[in-house]
């Protein structure tokens, strides 16, 4: 990695040179300035319309979108909220009886915490705790990026980390960790991460760099821990591409890790493209999603090496009944040369996923929240590669196949 200057956090650059406004941004702009949906309209909507699949399996959760990082391609970023009026946010009560009809009415299994940044809410260990206590198959993971767990200058678990290894049995469930980049202070052992001098923030990746660092060693101290899952996760831009089979070595290097120390914990990769196409359909500002990010033709060959790697490396352990490391399906994994760089999957079987707000609006996609939205939306969006009953990646499959593995961990089904 080369020097990056730091930053002041709170500058919010924006890019310069911006991507092309994809075409059905117009259509999905028109339903959004004509409707205003909110609660559970969106839903009782979809399934009026018959684009509401039963059982949904999987629902995102975010008590707030808050964050104090500004990551260039963050959908949510800071830079384009600052005058945003307060948050709305519903009661942990109201949060709670929310899960218990995502689970029991419409078969959600798989809850995911998400932000913002959820570490610091209150209502993170509540939820956690909840979704616990319910009967199999629901299961629940969640995202940091590590930042708040640890102390930057010793590396140590910071007080808040305890706490949701307590209070939201932090252990017990899969925690998904931000990796963009392979950096040294995060796959050492023990010792200083990184100095919050180096928060640096660009139009490019912003905070990820930093974030990447904690998220690193984070992981390690789950395994120590024998935490039950831990994901890594690469959104892969022009400025990450050449590192990404590096963090996915890394995650071989933690799974062999938890097995030479007896640890009985699941470690696991993500990839997923830098999705600029779903956000710009709803009507994010340009300026968020810099032209230098961007997938394009000239990264297939390096797209296709990614892919055909970690492709091999996963038949090779199926082969070899070694877990699996890879936790995208193989259509996803296999198509991503295309996908990354076209981002064109239409919605053809409807919803696949639920989101809900932190004002308590349940959307039927964690981008789209209008059921009129999906008939003119395109989106790649990695999410998507959960749907074990209508993946849309399945027709790049080739050879052997295995399905997405970010399902519920405590159902009889074993996933391949």
Known sequence: MVDRPAKQ?????????????????EAIATIQATRRLSGWEPIVEAETLGILRRPTRHAELSPTFKCPEDCGGCPDRVSLHINDAPEITITDDVWKAYVDILAEEYGVEYFMLIGGTIDRHPATPKLMAHILDKPAPVDVGWFTD????????TGNPTVLFSRLLIEGKMKELTTHISADYLVPEGIHEDGPILDPKHRWENEYGGSRYYKSAFGERLARILVQGEAKRVILNTAISAHNINEAIAVYNYAVSLQEFAENIGSHTVVLHTMSAWTHRPHLSRGDNPKNYAAASLLSNQHIPQLQELSAFIYQDTINRLANKRPR???????????????????????????????????????????????????????????????????????????????????????THQWK
């Open 146 to 153: 590590g930042i708040m767990l640890q102390n930057p200058y």
């Open 325 to 411: 490391v890879a936790g995208n399906s193989s259509g996803f994994i296999l198509g991503l040369p295309e996908i990354a760089v076209k981002q064109n999957i239409p919605y053809e079987n409807g919803s696949s996923e639920f989101a809900v707000q932190p004002d308590g609006t349940v959307r039927i996609d964690p981008i789209f929240v209008d059921p009129l939205m999906l008939a003119h939306a395109k989106n790649p969006y990695g999410y998507r590669d959960r749907d074990i009953d209508y993946n849309p990646f399945e027709k790049y499959n080739q050879g052997e196949t295995f399905s997405n593995l970010i399902q519920t961990t405590r159902g």
């Open 9 to 25: 956090i709170g500058e919010h650059k924006l890019a310069s040179e911006t991507i092309q406004i994809p075409p059905e941004r």
